[in-house]
């Protein structure tokens, strides 16, 4: 099992910036990416991004070029950057680890959420 805990979020007016961060603990051995999903009220749980051990990134659409991903392999810790934040941003985030295969990323951990809100 693996243990994920995030930390910061909160509110913030639009393009403003705000930092996500998870530490995981457990059984690390066993995942080799971590990421950052997102869900808004009435919206299904939607794809921030994710980094894999070796460093490569994906971003949803609607964060390319305003959120950043990264990774601190040797303390298990995953950041997320979040810059020009929109309304539109507000979700509550979640941290989460698992597997990179083929091209996809497949999610076994989750962390408890963390409310971001972003006032116009």
């Known amino acids: 099992q693996v243990q994920l805990v995030q930390s910061g979020g909160g509110l913030v007016q639009a393009g403003g910036s705000l930092r996500l961060s998870c530490a995981a603990s457990?059984?690390?051995?066993?995942?080799?990416?971590m990421g950052w999903y997102r869900q808004a009220p009435g919206k299904q749980r939607e794809l921030v991004a994710y980094?894999?051990?070796?460093?490569?990134?994906n971003y949803g659409d609607s964060v390319k070029g305003r959120f950043t991903i990264s990774r601190d392999n040797t303390k298990a810790t995953v950041a997320l950057q979040m810059s020009s934040l929109k309304p539109e941003d507000t979700a509550v985030y979640y941290c989460?680890?698992?597997?990179?295969?083929?091209?996809?990323?497949?999610?076994?951990?989750w962390g408890q959420g963390t409310q971001v809100t972003v006032s116009s």
């Open positions: 989460n680890a698992g597997r990179f295969s083929y091209g996809n990323y497949y999610s076994d951990y």
């Open positions: 457990g059984s690390i051995f066993s995942v080799n990416a």
């Open positions: 980094i894999t051990s070796g460093g490569d990134t």
